[in-house]
């Protein structure tokens, strides 16, 4: 259990307390019979009052959701629907509606409060984030966006804003071929399906492929959307490790699937989030061969491989899948910008007409403007022109930040550099527990994403994400001495930091 609490933030600490476990009940993060840590240890792990864990757990007991048993101590109860809206509405009073007891299971398992948690911690204003992985397009796009979308105005007035076809329009799925055609991949356009945003093919795949129950396997550590959206389908991720190469344990996997059957194997070969390593050639072919041979399928998400700064270019799953094992995923939205919602997704003619029903069910189809904007930028050419520009400005904002952790190097931290991606991957000085560092980093002025949510089973608190597409290059090294100085407050190594710069250490990278 991950309890993180701000004395900046208005509601009281045994407020913030017992919301957070309230909402990790509701989430499913703590099932019945979860034994809660006694309240003196949680105040010492807090370093709080013991009276104020005592205040957060008296009021869940009032809420029905604990209960302290002697000899045992404090467990979480099954969520009751006894107490249900409708049993409760006999009683002679008329309120806002009990919405917990209306909304479905299903919904209330899948909220993961962490994440929303962090990102609502309170910042400073001059805050230099490296939490979200947003891209910076800059100003030269918006000129170029707008410029398209007057002369498609002036062409093709009102097409903008009617229907299209759930899968998209045929000349847009034929563009988004020859887009996945410079990655290595053939396509025919009735093997495409246009998305509002890879987030929908992940979850519409959920919808088509998943029972509760079905297994998933992972990397570890993985996308933790991708895993929320699984999980909320009853789905049991079991999440793979890599090697000390950064490798997938391939003989785990092949272990897990003859044991378990899953459906899918979901997978980010190039510039993984949230680690930005690439998965080699050699794994790449036998993850596909054991997919082969288990008859199991692979969700290969690529949102980032245009983003290669140094090494070559490897193929993706799918452009060497001759079975069609491969359903492949990917995105504008680290090209253009996440507001556009506009992704694709490329699987045989059968599965997309699956998919077609249940995305006809979510959303009928994506926005018309923005495919028929996408369409434009790739058959004209601009979106290559800009995919150059941004791959060179986030090339230098790497380097940038690979150089200020070097400058302002701490003992124990490490990290590897990656060949592309948007994402620097640092692990912790030993003891290090990265939920909680957040707020020093705070303080400090300067936010990152902790790696414990990318992981789908075992606890890991000792990575950060830092992302460097969207910091403003000539804020990057500020921003990483504030967060480095954050680390060294945590550690207590101020004294080490400089022995250990005078002799000249470097992390091993
Ligand atoms: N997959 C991965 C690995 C991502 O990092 C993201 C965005 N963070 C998505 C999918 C979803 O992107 P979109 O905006 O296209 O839905």
Same mark, same amino acid.
């Given at each position: 259990m991950n309890i993180i609490i701000s004395r900046?933030? &208005? &509601?009281?600490i045994y407020m913030q307390i017992k919301q957070q476990i309230r909402e990790a009940i509701f989430s499913g993060q703590l099932p019945a019979g979860y034994l809660l840590p006694p309240e003196r240890k949680l105040a010492e792990q807090l370093g709080i009052n013991r009276s104020t864990v005592l205040n957060a757990y008296i009021e869940l007991k009032a809420e029905g959701l604990i209960e302290s048993f002697v000899g045992k101590g404090t467990v979480v109860l099954p969520i009751s629907k006894s107490d249900s809206w409708a049993d409760s509405s006999r009683i002679a009073h008329y309120g806002a509606p009990s919405w917990r007891h209306i909304f479905s299971e299903r919904s209330l398992g899948s909220d993961d409060p962490l994440i929303r948690d962090l990102l609502s911690l309170p910042k400073r204003r001059d805050c230099i984030s490296f939490s979200v992985a947003l891209p910076d397009p800059g100003p030269e796009l918006t000129a170029k966006l707008s410029e398209q979308l007057q002369a498609l105005m002036q062409e093709q007035g009102d097409v903008m804003w009617k229907h299209t076809a759930t899968e998209g329009i045929l000349s847009l799925r034929e563009a988004l071929c020859t887009w996945m055609k410079q990655r290595g991949i053939d396509a025919a356009p009735e093997e495409v399906l246009a998305l509002s945003g890879s987030q929908q093919g992940i979850d519409l795949l959920t919808r088509v492929f998943i029972d509760p129950g079905d297994t998933v396997l992972i990397e570890e550590p993985s996308y933790f959307s991708a895993m929320q959206t699984f999980r909320s389908a009853g789905a049991r991720l079991i999440g793979i490790p890599a090697d000390s190469e950064g490798q997938l344990r391939l003989d785990i996997l092949e272990s897990m699937l003859s044991k378990y059957h899953p459906k899918l194997i979901y997978v980010l070969p190039t510039f993984q989030n949230p680690t930005g390593r690439v998965m080699n050639l050699a794994v790449r072919e036998q993850l596909l061969q054991l997919a082969y041979r288990y008859k199991t399928i692979i969700v290969e998400d690529d949102p980032y491989s245009d983003f290669r700064y140094s090494g070559n270019p490897l193929p993706p799953i799918r452009a060497l =899948?001759?079975? =069609?094992h491969v359903i492949y995923v990917s995105t504008f939205s680290k090209l253009i910008g996440s507001g556009l919602r506009m992704g694709w997704l490329n699987a045989p003619k059968q599965v997309i007409r699956q998919l077609a029903i249940a995305k006809q069910m979510a959303d009928l189809h994506t926005s018309t403007l923005s495919q028929v904007l996408m369409e434009r930028m790739i058959c004209s050419g601009l979106l290559h022109q800009h995919v150059d520009l941004i791959r060179s400005r986030y090339k230098h904002r790497k380097q940038l930040m690979i150089d200020s952790l070097h400058k302002h190097y701490v003992p124990g931290m490490t990290w590897q550099e990656p060949e592309g991606g948007v994402f620097i991957w640092c692990r912790m000085p030993k003891g290090l527990n990265a939920n909680e560092l957040l707020l020093r980093a705070a303080d400090r002025g300067v936010d990152y994403l902790p790696g414990n949510p990318f992981f789908a089973q075992q606890q890991q608190t000792a990575y950060v994400r830092l992302n460097f &597409?969207?910091?403003?290059a000539d804020t990057i090294d500020e921003g990483i001495r504030r967060f480095t100085a954050a680390v060294r407050d945590a550690t207590g190594r101020e004294g080490l930091w400089d022995e250990a710069a005078s002799e000249g250490l470097k992390p091993i990278i």
């Open positions: 900046k933030l &208005s &509601s009281p =899948d001759r079975h =069609d &597409s969207c910091a403003e």
